[in-house]
């Protein structure tokens, strides 16, 4: 059973699923929105609002931290100096999730994630 586990493995090893992740979010960041699985973008939800947070505060430290965990100077450049100033009065929620369509190949629920 799956009580109480914190995360989504999404069939993949741990740093498999760290790489996926950090595109996810830098495409994210650069196209403003994307479509991905439901589950994906589920995960990336809570990825990207971490990061969001964190580049708030719009200080040297902040952006030392998020370029660690994006790997991508003009992704964290754009966080820091266009994004996240919109929700300085935001408490969370940075992100909204739709559901769109069915892919016909496979057949799963493909999701658009994009910021508010």
Avoid: C, W
């Amino acid at each position: 059973m799956r009580h109480n586990k914190d995360y989504r493995k999404l069939g993949r090893t741990t740093s498999h699923r760290k790489a996926l992740l950090k595109n996810l979010a830098i495409a994210l960041i650069s196209h403003g929105k994307i479509e991905t699985g439901v589950f994906k973008a589920k995960e990336l939800q809570s990825y990207i609002e971490k990061l969001v947070t964190t580049a708030r505060v719009g200080d040297f430290n902040s952006h030392r931290a998020v370029f660690a965990l994006l790997q991508n100077k003009v992704a964290t450049k754009k966080l820091i100096t266009e994004i996240a100033p919109k929700y300085k009065e935001r408490n969370g929620g940075y992100t909204r999730i739709q559901r769109t369509r069915i892919r016909r190949g496979d057949a799963s629920t493909m999701a658009v994630i994009e910021f508010v």
